[in-house]
């Protein structure tokens, strides 16, 4: 806590060829607008440092960004599988498997579904298209519109983290990936499937609050108050 107000740390993505740490202002603007304060967590081989970014934060948010190593569910990088960050896939398993054990709060966005359901066990598709059944007709999961943009529909299922933060069965989202949960991590239950069998949401609902969703709601709260519920129930929790 600082001054009373949940200290909400986000994981930042990483420029090889700039040396630098980035973060869109979606993400801290959507924690200011819910009443904590964000702090960045720039990407760093220094692992003692990681340890501290737990200390510090009340509640951590995944951040979206590349794909990651398959080496973490125990398969082999495959030719339509995209940039990797290594230290970063490194740090943000770290910090998910030590948030989850001492049970401090999570937010996975994107990215961050997939780098929650490795680090508790679980396996991603490296590439829907590729590796799902051609007989399975996907929908569009990359969009060419703009980030605010809400192109397909979720469905929710009852009884879940998320429908008790929407309490509805169906909701509008942007999609930005390639990548998607394949094998649910155990102790983690399905939250939301797009219309075509896509995994798009999932918890841990032995947890305090552990929640991961495939779309960005940080680009669509300025358009769409609705999706500044998921941040508004982290900083509650925290």
């Excluded at 304060?37 to 951590?60: A, M, N, Q, R």
Aim: charged share 20%; with cysteine; hydrophobic share 40%.
């Amino acid at each position: 806590m600082y001054r009373g107000k949940p200290v909400i740390g986000i994981t930042a993505a990483f420029d090889f060829e700039k040396s630098t740490s980035n973060l869109r202002d979606d993400y801290y603007e959507a924690i200011i607008q819910c009443g904590a304060v964000p702090v960045l967590i720039p990407v760093t081989e220094v692992k003692s440092v990681w340890v501290e970014y737990l200390d510090i934060c009340d509640g951590i948010v995944l951040s979206g960004g590349p794909d990651i190593d398959a080496v973490y569910f125990g398969q082999n990088n495959m030719p339509y599988a995209g940039e990797i960050s290594p230290v970063r896939d490194e740090m943000e398993i770290f910090l998910a498997k030590q948030a989850m054990a001492v049970d401090k709060p999570i937010l996975g966005i994107c990215r961050g579904i997939q780098v929650l359901n490795i680090a508790a066990g679980g396996s991603i598709f490296q590439d829907i298209y590729a590796e799902n059944n051609p007989e399975n007709k996907l929908i569009q999961h990359s969009q060419p519109a703009p980030r605010w943009f809400q192109i397909h529909s979720v469905n929710i299922m009852e009884n879940t983290c998320l429908f008790s933060i929407y309490g509805k069965e169906m909701l509008r989202v942007n999609s930005f990936h390639h990548q998607a949960v394949n094998e649910t991590a155990p102790g983690f239950t399905i939250n939301a499937y797009s219309e075509d069998g896509i995994i798009e949401a999932i918890s841990n609902e032995n947890k305090k609050f552990v929640l991961g969703v495939q779309w960005h709601p940080e680009n669509m709260w300025r358009k769409d108050k609705k999706h500044l519920k998921l941040f508004e129930r982290l900083v509650a929790v925290c």
